[in-house]
């Protein structure tokens, strides 16, 4: 009985010494496998478009003519148009965003600001599909009936302005953007301003500075790295969005100067003929697209990281 | 004195100004809301929900098949993404040295940042050309795999607000770092984590993209997860971009559907941690 106590004690400590490796490699395990997948995710889309890469090289960013019919593959109308629709989206979003962020962050009381905020986390969740039917069916015939006709008895002069009007195109896919990008810069914004100290407010109110002086020129420039890591996240998302912007953009694989103009975007442009694709090389060009815009989201996302992370660590306390 | 009262002016304008910036931008929310309700609200019926879709030009019929055919997906992308999301936050919370811990969570952030139609065309790669169709489990697979950093990255920040006395109580009383992790630090994260988990699915409930080239569509309904299923979104993207005013009719009540799923496990989770939040 005696000889036994020391064995059990032993055992029990080897169980305990397995079960804590076990926990330890399995969870590891699996956070392996995720980093496995996004390494994976760029490899696929590296070798599914290699037949692509090496017939068109750099040039397809440039090539202006996609006729698949013909066996012409050039992504620049693809690639203008979600330039120019994360472009209008971010003139939109980043005003009226860092505005609302502002006034939750420091004006709105608590109990306001926490429903409001609400609000705005909830605007996020609304699910792109869902943006694209209310373009479709309200946003396109205001722009078609009121908006665009408006702007070009105004600015009708200028080839941003000119030209026939569809209500689908790139001001509309701008605008849908906008609304889908902005809880993202309104939510990120009003978290770094809330990590600015205390006493930069007071001191500067202490000086004489009015609430809004004190914003401008103390509390925005103090967090002004995180607001733009909030942008730049926000940009990642306009960059890569498809489904709304598929539904207002009006699919036109062609560069127009009028922001009137139905046009296509690069997310579209996969959604919407991956699966009517029919021969190798224009899926090949398709993944392609798709390669260049997880580069190009990657890169934006990663720095938007750790600009995030830098004004978080600089903030610390409130 | 006039410059005095031009700072005062400039104040109250620009203070203004980000008070209505802040009512446009939950406004929006309220249109979307409105309109959806609305519309969505006058055709919804019980066919919508039991019956099939009708071919083409005649009126009637409903999206049973995409309602379930979502439900499907999602329990798919749950069975692989949240053991997978929730393993990797245990690891980065409780056993990985910071700074693996750091690379890691930065991999999750670009994994969540990938737009999810490039998901789809790796999905593609993956599984739809080697089985050489369309399938539910593909497309299930595709909305796992934009699940796991979601769950991965809240359900850490969720595990990381337990205080670390609970732990150092629990070695301190002989217990493993197994022991501790499993049965001290999870269960007391996990409401939360189950909300972040909710959260998470009620995200790719409404995700489209992923699934127009792997789980495709389907008219019928779709037994088992091996041939292609509808899903409620990818209904409202191909009702809402055709054009016979009765598709556009279901379209809307299909909207007001996933929003209203959507919005309540956001709602309920923002509940729970609200509750959590006042309590502790």
Not at chain 1, 53 to 62: E, H, K, P, S, Y
Not at chain 1, 209 to 215: G, K, N, Q
Not at chain 2, 50 to 59: I, K
């Amino acid at each position: 009985m005696d000889a036994a106590v020391p064995i059990l004690r032993r055992r029990r400590a080897l169980q305990a010494r397995v079960g804590d490796l076990l926990g330890h490699w399995v969870t590891a395990m699996c956070a392996a496998v995720v980093v496995a997948i996004t390494v994976l995710i760029a490899y696929e889309l590296w070798s599914s478009s290699a037949m692509a890469r090496r017939l068109f090289g750099f040039a397809f960013l440039f090539e202006q003519h996609w006729d698949p019919v013909a066996g012409r593959f050039g992504a620049a109308p693809f690639v203008y148009g979600t330039l120019v629709t994360s472009a209008l989206a971010l003139l939109f979003a980043v005003p009226l965003g860092l505005g609302a962020a502002i006034f939750l962050a420091e004006l709105a009381p608590p109990r306001l600001s926490r429903s409001l905020g609400l609000g705005v986390e909830l605007l996020a969740g609304v699910p792109s599909v869902i943006y694209g039917l209310v373009g479709l069916a309200v946003l396109v015939p205001i722009m078609r009936e009121w908006v665009e006709p408006g702007l070009q008895a105004i600015a009708g002069f200028l080839p941003l302005f000119s030209g026939p009007i569809y209500g689908v195109g790139y001001l509309t896919a701008g605008l849908v953007l906008a609304a889908m990008v902005l809880p993202f810069i309104v939510s990120v914004g009003r978290e770094v301003l809330l990590a600015v100290p205390r006493d930069q407010r007071e001191a500067a109110l202490a000086l004489g500075a009015t609430r809004w002086e004190t914003i401008a020129h103390v509390v925005v420039p103090y967090a002004r790295v995180g607001l733009l890591g909030g942008i730049m996240l926000a940009l990642g998302r306009a960059l890569g969005e498809t489904m709304a912007v598929t539904m207002v953009i009006g699919s036109r694989p062609e560069i127009a100067l009028s922001l009137f103009a139905p046009g296509h975007s690069m997310a579209a442009v996969i959604a919407n003929e991956f699966t009517e694709a029919a021969d190798e090389l224009y899926l090949q060009a398709l993944v392609e697209i798709g390669l260049v815009l997880f580069g190009v989201t990657m890169a934006v996302n990663g720095l938007a990281r750790l600009m995030i992370a830098r004004i978080r660590r600089a903030g610390g306390g409130r | 004195m006039t410059r005095n009262r031009r700072r005062r002016v400039t104040n109250t304008v620009m203070l203004g100004l980000t008070a209505c910036a802040a009512l446009a931008a939950t406004s929006i929310l309220f249109l979307i809301l409105a309109y959806l309700i609305v519309k969505g609200g006058a055709s919804i019926n019980v066919a919508f929900f039991t019956q099939l879709p009708r071919p083409v030009g005649e009126v009637g019929g409903g999206m049973g098949n995409a309602i379930v055919g979502s439900a499907k997906l999602i329990a798919i992308a749950a069975c692989l993404g949240l053991p997978l999301g929730f393993a990797t936050a245990v690891y980065l919370s409780e056993f990985a040295p910071p700074r693996v811990a750091s690379a890691i969570r930065y991999v999750l952030d670009l994994l969540n940042g990938v737009p999810s139609i490039v998901i789809g065309i790796f999905v593609y790669a993956l599984l739809v050309i080697p089985m050489r169709h369309f399938s539910t489990v593909a497309g299930g697979v595709a909305l796992g795999l934009i699940i796991i950093p979601v769950v991965g990255r809240s359900a850490e920040e969720f595990l990381r607000t337990i205080p670390s006395s609970w732990r150092e109580a629990s070695l301190a009383l002989g217990a493993t770092r197994a022991t501790t992790v499993f049965r001290v630090v999870v269960p007391a994260a996990l409401p939360a984590m189950v909300t972040a988990a909710m959260l998470a699915l009620a995200r790719v409930a409404g995700e489209t993209a992923p699934l127009l080239f792997t789980a495709l569509n389907n008219r019928f309904w779709s037994p088992g997860i091996n041939q292609p299923t509808a899903s409620l979104p990818v209904m409202i993207f191909t009702y809402a971009i055709s054009p016979y005013p009765d598709w556009h009719r279901q379209a809307w009540a299909a909207g007001l559907v996933l929003l209203a799923l959507v919005l309540a496990a956001n709602v309920a989770a923002g509940l729970v941690l609200w509750k959590r939040m006042g309590a502790g």
